[in-house]
């Protein structure tokens, strides 16, 4: 079984053996063009190819305007520029053109002659206008390729023009081809990824353009040898002289020259336009230019097309995944909830079988593993992988049991769904078997030894390899699609707990109302049979203290009677208001006022003023302080006006959780207060448990007793 391109330990023994060979150094120029190197003060301190020949015997130590012949001195800044629109004197009837670019300290002048038959600038421009309109017109990358195809080897002139895309691990594919019918095919055919090293890649990023007019060309060497230009850094000539092994590769496919041009996209190299010729063939500077213009066109439609696509591929998978959003019903379990919408996850990503996998059961649509072998494999992918998102095009590689179901699944994209009781989606794609169309055997001629010296291919011939246990791949659009999805119905799936718990909060709810609606009915009730009952009482003594001949006993019943009409007022009030236990203390001590005032003479009604704030309070703390103000008004009445009736001053305020309640009278009897009968010594006993204090102070004439609580219980900050 073979996954993808050669084995990974011969492909890196030959890209060792490549990436040792200084290509971007080899002292050496293709002989059909000059090289001359110029110092800061552009003199001449090397050269290669035919100077003497071209330009004059004399030139090296010369300035690099008398050997171009100019009239006017050269200025380093401006030097790119004005050799680029000029064409040299030469001592022969052909006009050359001249580059300039730099190499650490020094300038490289290249010098290559004019085509004899050369497209005017008007044609070139009007060339490349009719390619962008043709690629626009285009649905799909493949007839972009073809076209470019096409146009490339209409502008060069070359007998096969090659449009090669690289694979992620470096391979390449011909995709498309426009060729002499002298040549042969290379459409569709793979080169390994050993044939363009890691070395030779960096150098097509950086000079996009490369030519080799005629394959059994000598180097022309950099001279003088021994004057420090050994190892010069010609990365970004034109006229570099190629590798041996490549020039030998060349021939080994029946090629007399050649030319290539980068395809970049976002400075990534995305493929090259590869010419071949049979015999030498000359590509001038202004041929080159227009290959360059043509293929920035390219790669601008190319980038734009596969953005659209990625587009469309993104827009459907979010179109799908919100589609859900009408089909799943958050009143099932989480995994009813995933089952009923089965058909529509597996719709998602294009796949042959799909799978929903819980402790449960294993739920299978279409193409499949048995249960069984899904279970295994869902305990695997949730042991190897944390991210939640498993994508394999190759799972026998990395799950080996994977090989007993290629027919089912070799491809399989997983989203492990971390609910309550965890599910597992997966999508399965099964294998595809693909017979892959080599230029030669991509094995051969590896060496096996790192050290010993690379030798190309001697063969291009069709070689054919069987590739297995392979599925189409998830594209990075699908992973991150299932990444959304993923999120997507976690989301849901918390929806549905929250909605889950809204709805036992809400029976919790609905069971404490009915609760407290029976508690208040029965502390209704039995407010209304105490208040009735106190009433029952009040009203004996009532009679008693009537029928009674002793006056003082006949005092006291009264006295008894007011105290249990101040408590059965309170239960009268917790009976009448919506807020059980709690009431409203200033209405409370209003009414309980105008009942005392009825029992001890309705002339007191006239004499009492009340200026009291609401104030909340609960309904025990109401009964006590109901009883203090009761003893105090009677008091008032039978000690301050000597029988007679008088004011009576009742003031109540809240500050925060301090209560203040003062009664005042304009009498005489001071002394009075300080009884120590029952009455005072029941209001000790009150205060005390109230957490408060009760104060007498002198008015002359007068006296006013003044009560501090807190309201609530042991929040009195002045206790702390």
């Not at 110092?39 to 300035?63: F, H, M, N, Y």
């Not at 399989?412 to 965890?422: Q, R």
């Not at 029988?643 to 002394?671: E, F, Y």
């Amino acid at each position: 079984m073979t996954f993808g391109s050669p084995a990974a330990s011969l492909e890196e023994a030959l890209l060792t053996a490549c990436d040792r060979e200084p290509i971007h150094r080899p002292d050496a120029i293709q002989p059909h063009g000059i090289l001359l190197v110029a110092d800061q003060a552009l003199i001449i301190r090397g050269g290669a190819g035919a100077i003497e020949d071209v330009l004059q015997p004399t030139w090296l130590g010369q300035s690099l305007a008398s050997v171009l012949g100019l009239d006017q001195p050269l200025d380093p800044d401006t030097l790119a520029i004005t050799l680029g629109s000029i064409t040299v004197r030469t001592r022969t009837d052909r006009e050359w053109t001249a580059s300039c670019l730099t190499s650490g300290a020094c300038f490289l002048i290249e010098l290559e002659p004019v085509a004899p038959e050369r497209m005017s600038a008007r044609a070139v421009l009007a060339q490349i206008d009719e390619c962008a309109t043709q690629f626009e017109r285009c649905a799909d990358i493949q007839p972009i390729c073809h076209l470019a195809a096409e146009n490339f080897r209409r502008l060069t002139g070359f007998d096969r023009v090659m449009v090669y895309r690289f694979a992620e691990d470096g391979s390449g594919e011909v995709l498309a081809e426009a060729r002499d019918d002298a040549m042969p095919s290379l459409i569709n055919h793979h080169f390994p990824s050993t044939d363009i090293p890691h070395q030779a890649r960096a150098l097509y990023l950086r000079n996009r353009i490369r030519t080799i007019p005629d394959v059994d060309y000598i180097p022309a060497p950099l001279r003088p040898e021994n004057d420090g230009l050994s190892g010069l850094d010609m990365s970004d000539a034109a006229l570099r002289s190629v590798s041996p092994i490549h020039i030998q590769y060349l021939k080994n496919m029946g090629v007399g020259a050649s030319a290539s041009v980068s395809i970049v996209i976002d400075g990534m190299l995305w493929g090259l336009i590869a010419c071949h010729h049979r015999t030498p063939h000359f590509m001038d500077e202004g041929t080159r230019n227009a290959c360059s213009m043509l293929a920035g066109v390219l790669s601008r439609q190319l980038r734009g097309k596969e953005e659209l696509l990625t587009y469309q591929e993104r827009l459907r998978i979010r179109n799908a995944v919100e589609a859900l959003d009408t089909r799943i019903d958050l009143s099932l379990s989480s995994l009813k909830m995933i089952e009923n919408v089965a058909d529509d996850l597996r719709l998602v990503f294009p796949t042959d079988g799909f799978a929903i996998v819980s402790e449960e059961e294993v739920l299978c649509q279409r193409e499949c593993p048995s249960p069984a072998d899904l279970r295994k494999l869902v305990k695997w992918i949730a042991t190897h992988n944390e991210s939640g998102i498993f994508a394999t095009h190759a799972l026998s590689s990395v799950y080996p049991p994977a090989d007993d179901f290629p027919d089912r699944t070799a491809g399989v994209l997983a989203i492990n769904l971390p609910f309550p009781k965890p599910i597992m989606l997966l999508w399965l794609r099964a294998e595809i078997v693909e017979v892959l169309k080599w230029a030669g055997h991509p094995h051969k001629n590896i060496p096996t030894d790192p050290n010993e010296m690379l030798r190309p291919r001697q063969s291009f011939e069709t070689w054919r390899e069987t590739v297995r246990g392979l599925a189409p791949r998830w594209d990075s659009e699908q992973v991150q699609g299932a990444r959304r999805l993923r999120r997507h119905l976690i989301a849901h799936n918390q929806n549905q707990q929250l909605r889950e718990l809204n709805n036992s909060l809400n029976a919790s709810l609905r069971e404490r109302d009915s609760l407290i609606q029976q508690k208040d009915f029965l502390i209704r009730e039995v407010n209304h049979r105490v208040q009735n009952s106190l009433q029952l009482v009040a009203s004996f003594l009532k009679l008693q203290a009537r029928a009674s001949n002793n006056e003082e006993t006949a005092l006291s019943l009264a006295e008894a009677q007011r105290r249990i009409a101040a408590i059965g007022l309170v239960h009268r009030r917790l009976y009448r208001d919506d807020h059980l236990g709690t009431i409203d203390l200033s209405r409370y001590l209003d009414e309980l006022c105008d009942e005392l005032c009825s029992s001890i003479g309705p002339e007191w009604r006239r004499k009492l003023t009340l200026s009291m704030m609401p104030v909340m309070i609960s309904a025990d703390r109401a009964i006590n302080i109901g009883l203090i103000v009761t003893e105090l008004v009677i008091n008032i009445s039978k000690y301050a006006y000597g029988g007679q009736s008088g004011p009576i001053d009742i003031n109540m305020k809240q500050v925060q959780n301090r209560l203040t309640l003062s009664v005042s009278d304009s009498g005489v009897a001071m002394a009075d207060a300080e009884r120590n009968g029952f009455g005072t010594r029941m209001m000790r006993a009150i205060v005390g448990s109230l957490s408060g204090t009760l104060n007498y102070d002198p008015l002359y004439p007068g006296l006013r007793a003044t009560l501090m609580i807190p309201v609530e219980t042991g929040t009195d900050p002045l206790r702390h």
